[in-house]
C-alpha cells in the first residue's frame, strides 16, 4: 500500500510540476554533472564533480578531473534506465539554504502560501523554521504536504508561539509545564517565546528541554528588563531571534534601556528610534564583561539568529523601500502593509529622518562586531529573514542577509555556512542536511556564476554586469533547487510570482507608488 502511495504521490508531483513546467522529478536515480562543489562546512570550492542521487540520498561524490582539462568519460558514474542527469559544467552547487526565521505568509500582508513559497525556493531555500504565525495546525498541515511532495514548498519546522491556543493566560509553572506537553503532544517542533515571568519562562523552558524540542526567543521590551538574552541561555533556551535581550545583557551600568519619559511602546516610532541607541548603552567590545557574556552564551552552545536585513530600513530607509524587486514581485496587499501607519507592526516610519539612521548605522556597527566575533570564538550563528515585514520580501530579504553577514566581517565560505551547515547544526538535523556529503539528503542548488566572488548572483534578479562589448548584462540568479527530490526550476517559479502579482495589480489596477506620492 506505501509503495502504491509513494508512486501516485511520485506521479502526481510530475504531472503537476510539468503541467506548470517548473518543476521535475523524483527520479529513482539523479546525476549533477561538472559541478564545482561549495560543500556547507567551510571547506574551500572544488571541482569539476559529479554528484550521483539516489532516491533523494547522496550516494557518490566522485571528482571526474581537473580545471580546465576535458573530462574523461571513464572516470564518470554511469546513468541507470529510467534516470536523470544534470549538464552543470561550469556551475557551483551549494546545500540548500536554511531560513531560521521565515513566516509562511500573513493575513494582514495579504501573501499566501504558495506565494512566499515559490519565492524561498527560487532563492535556494529548502527548509525552514517557521516561528509561529497563523497558527501551528496551519503550518504542521503544510509540513505534511510539503513532506509528501503535494504542494511546492521547501522543508517546514513548526515552532508554537508561547501560550498560543490556550484557553487561558498561563499564570503559574503549573500552566506553563501543562502547555509545552501538550504542544509536544500537537506535533510542534519547537517554541517560540517573547517573554514572561522568570518563574514561567524557565519552567516552559525547562520542560522544553526535556522533551527535546526547539526553542527561540525574541526577548520583547516588556519583559527584557526581569530576563534578558543571558537567563533565557541558562535556562534551556537554544537560541535568540534578531538581538533584544542581548544589549541588555551587557549592561554594566545601567539595568533598564534609557527610555526618555514621554516614551510609549505602542508608538512603533518610539519603539525602533530608541533601540537603535540601544547597542550604545551596552559594554564596550572587548571589555571585561562583553567578553564574559559572550563566553559563557558559547559555552552553552546558544545560536545567535540575527536577521540583520529586517532592521536595515532603520540605518537606509530609502534603500529598503526602492529595492528594485518590489516592482515585479511585491503584491499590492503587501505594497500596503509596509507603508507607513500608526497600526501596523514594523511600520514606524511616522517622520523617520536621518538621525534616526545615523543613530542605526552606529547600532549596526556595534550589533556586527559581536556577531563576528562570536563567531570567531566558536559560537554559532545561523541565517534567518524575517520577510514579509519592513520592506523585506520574501527569499530576496534571505540573500540580503547573506550579503549582511559578509559585512558584519563573515568570510563567504562562513556565510554559506551560517546559510546551511549552522541552521541545520541548530535544528539538530546536520546528519541529515546543511552540507553536502554522502549518506545526507540531496538538498541543493545550482548556479551558473560563482557566489563567493559576488553574493548577488544568488538574487532572483541577478547581478549586474559589463560584457566584453560593454554592453550591460544580468547574470546569475538561482538555475535549480533541489528539495525533497523535486528539481525546481528557480526562474520559472519567479516567473510565476510574477505572474501572480501582474494579475492582482490588474485587478485592482494598482501601481506601485512611494508613499505620500499622489501622482
Not at 581537473?66 to 571513464?74: D, L, N, W
Not at 522543508?155 to 498560543?164: D, P
Not at 566558536?378 to 529573514?385: L, M, N, Q, Y
Amino acid at each position: 500500500m506505501k509503495k502504491k502511495l509513494f508512486l501516485y504521490v511520485t506521479a502526481l508531483t510530475f504531472i503537476i510540476g510539468n503541467a506548470q513546467n517548473n518543476s521535475e522529478g523524483p527520479f529513482d536515480q539523479l546525476i549533477i554533472r561538472g559541478i564545482t562543489l561549495i560543500n556547507g562546512n567551510g571547506a574551500p570550492p572544488r571541482g569539476p564533480i559529479d554528484l550521483v542521487i539516489e532516491k533523494d540520498k547522496i550516494v557518490k561524490i566522485v571528482t571526474v578531473g581537473y580545471p580546465g582539462i576535458e573530462i574523461s568519460s571513464k572516470k564518470r558514474p554511469i546513468l541507470k534506465k529510467g534516470g536523470k542527469e544534470i549538464n552543470a559544467n561550469g556551475m557551483f552547487l551549494l546545500p540548500g539554504f536554511i531560513d531560521m526565521h521565515g513566516h509562511i505568509g500573513g493575513i494582514a500582508q495579504g501573501a499566501d502560501w504558495e506565494y512566499v513559497f515559490k519565492l524561498w525556493l527560487a532563492h535556494g531555500v529548502t527548509t525552514v523554521r517557521e516561528p509561529s504565525g497563523r497558527g501551528i495546525e496551519y503550518a504542521l498541515d503544510l509540513k505534511r504536504k510539503a513532506k509528501n511532495n503535494e504542494i511546492i514548498a521547501p522543508r517546514i519546522i513548526a515552532y508554537s508561539r508561547f501560550g498560543e491556543g490556550s484557553k487561558n493566560e498561563i499564570k503559574s509553572v503549573e500552566d506553563a509545564i501543562r502547555w509545552v506537553q501538550e504542544n509536544k503532544k500537537n506535533g510542534a517542533d519547537g517554541i517560540k517565546f517573547f517573554g514572561a515571568e522568570p518563574k514561567i519562562m524557565a519552567a516552559a523552558l525547562k520542560e522544553n528541554k526535556r522533551l527535546g524540542l526547539g526553542s527561540a526567543c525574541h526577548h520583547a521590551q516588556l519583559r527584557v528588563a526581569k530576563w534578558n538574552v543571558l537567563h533565557s541561555a541558562k535556562a534551556g533556551l537554544t537560541s535568540m531571534e534578531h538581538w533584544y535581550g542581548l544589549p541588555e545583557a551587557l549592561f554594566d551600568k545601567q539595568t533598564i534601556q534609557d527610555y526618555p519619559s514621554d516614551y510609549n511602546y505602542q508608538n512603533e516610532q518610539h519603539r525602533f528610534e530608541e533601540a537603535g541607541k540601544l547597542w550604545k548603552q551596552s559594554a564596550a567590545p572587548f571589555s571585561k564583561h562583553w567578553n564574559n557574556v559572550m563566553n559563557e552564551l558559547i559555552s552553552l552552545d546558544f545560536t545567535l539568529d540575527p536577521t540583520f536585513n529586517i532592521y536595515e530600513a532603520s540605518r537606509d530607509l530609502h534603500r529598503a523601500r526602492r529595492a528594485e524587486w518590489h516592482e515585479k514581485y511585491t503584491l499590492p496587499s503587501l505594497w500596503r502593509f509596509y507603508e507607513p501607519s500608526k497600526i501596523s507592526h514594523g511600520s514606524y516610519w511616522h517622520f523617520w529622518g536621518t538621525e534616526q539612521e545615523v543613530a542605526w548605522k552606529e547600532n549596526f556597527k556595534l550589533w556586527m562586531e559581536f556577531v563576528n566575533e562570536y563567531k570567531n570564538r566558536g559560537g554559532r550563528v545561523t541565517t534567518g529573514s524575517d520577510s514579509g515585514f519592513i520592506y523585506q520580501l520574501y527569499g530576496f530579504a534571505f540573500i540580503r542577509e547573506l550579503e549582511l553577514l559578509r559585512e558584519a566581517g563573515f568570510h563567504p565560505l562562513e556565510v554559506i555556512m551560517s546559510a546551511t551547515l549552522n541552521g541545520a547544526e541548530a535544528l539538530k538535523m546536520d546528519d541529515q542536511i546543511g552540507s553536502i556529503e554522502i549518506g545526507k539528503q540531496a538538498d541543493l542548488i545550482i548556479v551558473e556564476e560563482n557566489p563567493l566572488k559576488n553574493l548577488k548572483v544568488l538574487y532572483g534578479t541577478g547581478a549586474i554586469k559589463l560584457d566584453e562589448n560593454n554592453e550591460v548584462i544580468r547574470v546569475g540568479g538561482i538555475k535549480y533547487t533541489i528539495s525533497n527530490g523535486v528539481i525546481y526550476n528557480a526562474k520559472k517559479l519567479l516567473k510565476e510570482v510574477k505572474q501572480t502579482v501582474d494579475l492582482e495589480k490588474k485587478k485592482e489596477n494598482f501601481v506601485i507608488k512611494q508613499p505620500g506620492v499622489k501622482d
